[in-house]
């Protein structure tokens, strides 16, 4: 007797259960959070670039007549020119530029140097000596302005460029030397002991080996330290003294007229263009400066 076979059934179709749906949920949420709060931020962060940019573009009495917020009703470029004439624009950025590469160069070499003593060499008692350098962080920059107006009038540093690259230099090099020990913390010691075992001295394999592979915590700390000292105005109002050695924050001073009147749109155009190369160094080198930032997070 031959049975028939029996119909397959198909299998039951388990639908999704709701924890797996709220797994799926959630991630989709967060992408979505995370997208609207960056979107958030660089509104904040490029609408005043956009809004500077725009009123450097507004004639006077469009922006005094006018709404300061609103888009403008004819552009013009004559307060560029007029920036110009008004101050010695010129000259103020080549001080500030002068400033900021002597300070960067001092913050470079020493900083590197002494995070090599402590962190590489090591010695007794480096640590503290590492702490001692943290201390600095919190020491505000005010100060040293009074105990360094009599010295540098003893010894004749004021109203000079090294009145202002020295104590520049000196409250940034904390926050490097810090920098410069957290990146060399995850080099590999075996580097530094294969160079020993081949004969290089310390002196080389700093120059060799340590200086090749800190470039882009170099440019990390260039850049971070650049923005400040691009816009000190503390030591530069309080060292300076002749109209030749201002830097650009000083220069700004210039705009302010008879009676306390401010030219607005022509210091809203000097303002851009002191603040476009600090801008175009921080687009070419902010991939640096991350991996920079970056590279003490992750070892080897």
């Excluded at 009495?61 to 007029?82: C, H, I, K, M, V």
């Excluded at 020990?181 to 010691?189: A, G, L, Q």
């Excluded at 060292?239 to 030749?244: H, Q, T």
Aim: positive net charge.
């Amino acid at each position: 007797m031959i049975t028939q076979a029996a119909p397959a059934v198909p299998p039951a179709v388990v639908p999704p259960r709701p924890a797996a749906r709220r797994r799926r949920r959630r991630p989709d949420l967060f992408r979505t959070l995370s997208r609207v709060l960056i979107m958030l931020i660089v509104i904040v962060q490029v609408y005043p670039l956009a809004w500077l940019f725009l009123t450097s573009l507004r004639t006077e009495q469009d922006f005094a007549s006018g709404d300061p917020f609103a888009l403008p009703s004819s552009l013009t470029w004559e307060n560029y020119a007029r920036a110009f004439e008004t101050g010695d624009l010129g000259r103020n950025i080549m001080n500030s530029f002068i400033v900021t590469m002597g300070a960067n160069i001092l913050i470079v070499l020493l900083g590197m140097m002494a995070a090599y003593a402590i962190q590489v060499l090591g010695f007794r008692l480096s640590k503290l000596v590492r702490g001692l350098f943290l201390i600095g962080i919190i020491v505000p920059v005010q100060i040293a302005l009074v105990p360094l107006f009599i010295d540098y009038s003893a010894v004749n540093l004021l109203d000079t460029y090294q009145s202002m690259i020295i104590p520049l230099a000196g409250f940034s090099l904390p926050m490097s030397i810090y920098l410069f020990c957290s990146f060399y913390e995850y080099i590999p010691k075996e580097t530094y002991e294969a160079a020993s075992l081949d004969g290089a001295g310390p002196y080389r394999i700093f120059g060799l080996i340590t200086l090749p592979l800190s470039l882009n915590t170099v440019v990390t700390v260039v850049l971070v330290n650049s923005i400040f000292i691009w816009n000190d105005f503390i030591f530069a109002n309080t060292f300076v003294l002749s109209e030749e050695l201002k830097t650009i924050p000083l220069g700004l001073q210039n705009y302010i007229g008879a009676m306390g009147k401010v030219d607005w749109t022509a210091t809203f155009a000097a303002v851009c263009v002191t603040i476009t190369p600090l801008l175009l160094v921080f687009l070419v080198l902010n991939k640096a400066m991350i991996q920079g930032l970056e590279s003490g997070a992750t070892k080897g």
